[in-house]
């Protein structure tokens, strides 16, 4: 009798076990590929990075409290006009929109949405973010008709006040719009907001907490959260960017119904059944000599051109 309780339970962990191994696979999709990524790196002066990363973080004190929401809006226009004709929409509760397409317009769509929050004093992390998706711009419209995918990049600037709320309400009408123009839910959106808390500042939940254990760590080149729904297209964006040049991956696939959970900015593009995935590249953190925001630029920009249906 004690054996065979003991051989029960021995199974019962087995089987718990070898549970727990699957559902730690499905939620964060490592990667099994033993080859070295060999894609070539675009030419980009790391000089000229620097350079431009300085002039990045100098634009909060270069005006007035009162000039510095247009100011910088009107700063980063005149990067983006480098890569092609900006649009711009002024929102009626005080946001600013900047939307940049580059390259084969009758291609798929990648959709890249950066939340700029407009300070006093400069956040380092939001600077190299924005120069390094300009620069990506800028290689992209270099290969105007040649590339498997269409960049569509739209930058929402934000005042610190009410940020949250702010977020929220910008990313509940973009979700809308995207809506509207029939965009497929299968079409990958990235979204960066650099310099906030994350997840928490993406997806307001308690539920978080029970995947503490699982979230990408900072170590890593890039960090992905995406949703359970949309694991085979993660999967595939992850492969696409490995190949690319971006060795260190990792992600997590969050299921979203979960009940009595705030509203936030994922979610506002999740209940309409749109791939959002937050992006986090660490990769540009922990650079020290440029070296990681070619990369950063050229995994971005080969996706762009090959596609990640292979």
Same mark, same amino acid.
């Given at each position: 009798?004690?054996?065979?309780?003991?051989?029960?339970?021995?199974?019962?962990?087995?089987?718990?076990?070898?549970?727990?191994?699957?559902?730690?696979?499905?939620?964060? /999709?490592?990667?099994?590929?033993?080859?070295?990524?060999?894609?070539?790196?675009?030419?980009?002066?790391?000089?000229?990075?620097?350079?431009?990363?300085?002039?990045?973080?100098?634009?909060?004190? &270069?005006?007035?409290?009162?000039?510095?929401?247009? +100011?910088?809006?009107?700063?980063?226009?005149?990067?983006?006009?480098?890569?092609? &004709?900006?649009?711009? %929409? #002024?929102?009626?509760?005080?946001?600013?929109?900047?939307?940049?397409?580059?390259?084969?317009?009758? &291609?798929?769509?990648?959709?890249?949405?950066?939340?700029?929050?407009?300070?006093?004093?400069?956040?380092?992390?939001?600077?190299?973010?924005?120069?390094?998706?300009?620069?990506?711009?800028?290689?992209?419209?270099?290969?105007? #008709?040649?590339?498997?995918?269409?960049?569509?990049?739209?930058?929402?600037?934000?005042?610190?006040? /009410?940020?949250?709320?702010? !977020?929220?309400?910008?990313?509940?009408?973009?979700?809308?719009? !995207?809506?509207? +123009?029939?965009?497929?839910?299968?079409?990958?959106?990235?979204?960066?907001?650099?310099?906030?808390?994350?997840?928490? &500042?993406?997806?307001?939940?308690? /539920?978080?907490?029970?995947?503490?254990?699982?979230?990408?760590? +900072?170590?890593?080149?890039?960090?992905?959260?995406?949703?359970?729904?949309?694991?085979?297209?993660?999967?595939?964006?992850?492969?696409?960017?490995? /190949?690319?040049?971006?060795?260190?991956?990792?992600?997590?696939?969050?299921?979203?119904?979960?009940?009595?959970?705030?509203?936030?900015?994922?979610?506002?593009?999740? #209940? %309409?059944?749109?791939?959002?995935?937050?992006?986090?590249?660490?990769?540009?953190?922990? #650079?020290?000599?440029?070296?990681?925001?070619?990369?950063?630029?050229?995994? !971005?920009?080969?996706?762009?051109?090959?596609?990640?249906?292979?």
């Amino acid at each position: 009798m004690v054996k065979w309780i003991i051989s029960r339970v021995t199974d019962l962990l087995i089987a718990l076990i070898l549970m727990t191994l699957i559902l730690v696979v499905l939620l964060t /999709q490592p990667l099994f590929i033993w080859s070295r990524p060999t894609a070539p790196q675009i030419e980009i002066e790391r000089s000229a990075l620097e350079q431009e990363l300085r002039a990045f973080l100098a634009i909060p004190s &270069a005006y007035d409290a009162e000039k510095r929401f247009e +100011g910088t809006s009107q700063e980063l226009i005149k990067r983006l006009s480098a890569a092609g &004709a900006v649009e711009q %929409n #002024d929102r009626t509760d005080g946001q600013k929109v900047l939307r940049l397409r580059v390259g084969n317009p009758d &291609a798929k769509k990648l959709y890249v949405v950066l939340h700029y929050v407009v300070t006093e004093k400069p956040i380092l992390e939001m600077a190299e973010t924005t120069l390094s998706l300009i620069e990506l711009a800028k290689a992209v419209s270099k290969d105007e #008709d040649t590339t498997a995918l269409q960049l569509n990049l739209m930058i929402f600037l934000h005042r610190p006040e /009410q940020l949250e709320k702010s !977020l929220y309400q910008v990313s509940l009408s973009h979700a809308d719009q !995207l809506v509207q +123009g029939k965009v497929s839910t299968d079409a990958p959106i990235f979204i960066f907001m650099p310099g906030l808390r994350l997840p928490e &500042a993406a997806y307001l939940s308690e /539920q978080w907490r029970y995947f503490s254990l699982l979230m990408p760590g +900072g170590e890593n080149d890039l960090a992905l959260y995406g949703r359970l729904n949309d694991v085979f297209l993660l999967r595939k964006l992850k492969a696409g960017l490995y /190949q690319a040049g971006l060795s260190g991956l990792d992600s997590i696939s969050i299921p979203v119904n979960f009940p009595n959970t705030r509203p936030a900015p994922l979610k506002a593009y999740w #209940d %309409n059944r749109l791939a959002v995935m937050l992006v986090r590249p660490n990769i540009l953190l922990h #650079d020290k000599n440029y070296a990681g925001h070619v990369r950063f630029i050229s995994a !971005l920009h080969t996706l762009v051109k090959k596609g990640y249906e292979r």
